[in-house]
């Protein structure tokens, strides 16, 4: 890198620390990763309308077979970006705000799984895709399986990373704190499920994002999207899904563990089951590469 684009980078990222709260210092490291972040192509942003409320789409690539990202719970599309690029070459990849999420904060509320799945097949329609790769991490695999049993029709393909097909009993709990104790109160609980111990002790990029998101959650999404996926009633409604299935756990899931996922699987006929070493909860914010590569062999 010149002297003069390290100085552009340096200065880009002192004006983040004031609008974001980003680290004052960047390391040469860090200022590099900026500044290949500000090389690649601008993504195609779409704001679209749905049955009630408005929301983003993001895409990268311009040609191929449709991808569709289903973020988790608590985040926002932004955690595919470490990913979508690899995911991009060769297909067009889009990810969106869930109701509640990101962009579409303070959507109407209470809300069911039916209205998220009906939510992800208006995505579709607004882009005008009428099959895609449906990819969906925890909640987002959730409401992958909800939409993959309302309509199968409209996919080619199901990805389910870091997910389950039966609601936690813990749900209602993570509800009830949010509204009770505030969003502080849900950083520790959260991050600790989400990310690897050593992740959590580097305090990352992905890291200081996940905290971020929760941190500025509102109490009200927070607890309808967790009421959302207690009511999430998909399992052994998938037997008869005629698609190519990928079922993908992480090696060191607290959350969803290995043997959730097997077990989600197993009630899949002909689905994938793979499992990635060393990886949390969170995929795509602690282990991108491994999970770029497993979803770009599947879609291949």
């Known amino acids: 890198m010149t002297s003069l684009a390290e100085a552009r980078?340096?200065?880009?990222?002192?004006?983040?620390?004031?609008?974001?709260?980003?680290?004052?210092?960047?390391?040469?490291?860090?200022?590099?990763?900026?500044?290949?972040r500000l090389a690649k192509p601008p993504a195609h942003t779409h704001r679209v309308r749905l049955t009630d409320h408005d929301t983003i789409v993001v895409q990268r690539g311009d040609s191929g077979p449709a991808v569709l990202l289903v973020h988790a719970l608590g985040l926002d599309w932004r955690m595919w970006e470490p990913v979508m690029d690899a995911l991009a070459d060769g297909r067009r990849v889009f990810a969106y705000d869930l109701r509640g999420h990101g962009m579409a904060a303070g959507s109407p509320s209470p809300y069911?799984?039916?209205?998220?799945?009906?939510?992800?097949?208006?995505?579709?329609?607004?882009?005008?895709?009428?099959?895609?790769?449906?990819?969906?991490?925890?909640?987002g695999g959730g409401i992958a399986q909800t939409a993959a049993v309302a309509a199968p029709e409209r996919f080619a393909s199901l990805s389910l990373l870091a997910t389950t097909d039966f609601p936690f009993d813990a749900f209602e709990g993570r509800a009830s704190s949010g509204e009770t104790d505030g969003m502080a109160a849900q950083v520790a609980p959260s991050l600790t499920r989400w990310f690897t111990a050593d992740a959590l002790a580097v305090n990352g990029g992905s890291v200081r994002y996940a905290r971020e998101?929760?941190?500025s959650g509102d109490p009200v999404d927070w607890a309808a999207a967790w009421r959302a996926f207690k009511g999430l009633d998909v399992q052994g409604k998938l037997a008869?899904?005629?698609?190519?299935?990928?079922?993908?756990?992480?090696?060191?899931?607290?959350?969803?563990?290995?043997?959730?996922?097997?077990?989600?699987?197993?009630?899949?006929?002909?689905?994938?089951?793979?499992?990635?070493?060393?990886?949390?909860?969170?995929?795509?914010?602690?282990?991108?590469?491994?999970?770029?590569?497993?979803?770009a062999e599947f879609l291949a």
């Open 9 to 36: 980078v340096r200065g880009l990222a002192r004006r983040l620390s004031l609008d974001t709260g980003w680290p004052r210092r960047l390391d040469t490291v860090t200022a590099v990763a900026v500044s290949n």
């Open 112 to 139: 069911t799984m039916a209205d998220t799945a009906r939510d992800l097949i208006g995505v579709l329609d607004a882009i005008g895709v009428q099959r895609a790769h449906v990819v969906g991490l925890s909640f």
């Open 213 to 215: 998101r929760v941190l």
């Open 240 to 295: 008869g899904l005629d698609v190519p299935t990928l079922v993908l756990a992480g090696a060191a899931d607290v959350s969803t563990t290995p043997e959730i996922m097997r077990g989600i699987a197993s009630r899949i006929p002909g689905a994938r089951y793979r499992q990635l070493p060393g990886t949390p909860h969170m995929q795509t914010l602690e282990q991108p590469e491994l999970v770029a590569e497993a979803l």
